[in-house]
């Protein structure tokens, strides 16, 4: 991270198509959801912001596993308005990418107090192999090809299209929500990596949280 520009605080907005996006998502008010979540990456900035794609969503799927890196990032290239006449692609970082298969696990023996508050006598670890760091494997995210938490693509495919007659209603709103969700979920993590960043043009502040903060009107 570092190399994006001086990002603005969106928590407000975030907070707002967030809570959007769920209440319509419980009132079942598809095309609302898809707005509010379309609105809420868009807050992202360009990025941050999750991909729409089904062609790239597909690609990802068929790449091996990886684990990302907690110390050190890797660049790579981010298409935005794919297949659109104002295509572009910018390169962005990201944290490193370690293919599991070049990946070695091995155990640390914890310290005493360590083991008694944990409960168990080791703690598993990897090494990257591009920064040389150690890795504790509970903190370390996943991605991976099949979809089991916690797993980050960056992407998702393009919203489901409903379709005529009463018969495709009910796997519509199964498509739907299963697509609404692994898009929130995306979201979420893209906030994670985007308030680490603006932390770290902070001094290590928070982004105050103005949405949910009502304390701060009175
Ligand atoms: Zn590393």
Redesign the pocket.
Known sequence: MGKSGYLPNVSANFGFFKSLAVNNLQRKDWNGAAAALNSLNGCLGEDYLVTISTKEYDKKMKEDDVYC?N??TMTIDKISNEGQEDETTKQIEVP?EIPVNEIRVYDLINQIIVGILSGSQTTKFWQ?N????ENEMSKTRKIVAERVNPFFARVVPNCPIRESGLANRDTFEREFLKWAYSFLEEINYAEFLYRTEWKSQNDGDDMPDTFKDKGDLT
């Open positions: 890196c110390h050190c490193t990257c591009k920064c040389g760091k």
